[in-house]
């Protein structure tokens, strides 16, 4: 009966530790930046101003992250 507990209690010590270890590398993988490449496509829309005006510098390239209320064309 004692060799029996003993393999148990072995048992669960190994499960355990192997439960542990995969937490681990899950919690490690979800910390880490995701993998894979690719493109977003976004709509595009034809602009026209009320004022005639001529485009003097365009200051964001074709594909540049731009923010809320950025400066397109000058």
């Known amino acids: ?13 190994v499960l355990s530790g192997m439960l542990a270890w995969r937490l681990h590398v899950q919690a ?8 894979g490449a690719g493109e977003i496509e976004g709509t595009e829309v034809d602009l026209a101003s009320r004022v005639t005006a001529r485009v003097l510098e365009q200051p964001v390239k074709k594909g540049e992250k731009v923010e809320k209320g950025a400066l397109l064309l000058a």
Do not use: K, T
């Not at 490690?28 to 993998?35: D, L």
């Open 1 to 13: 009966m004692r060799r029996v507990a003993a393999l148990f209690i072995a048992l669960v010590l």
């Open 28 to 35: 490690a993988e979800a910390g880490a930046p995701s993998g």
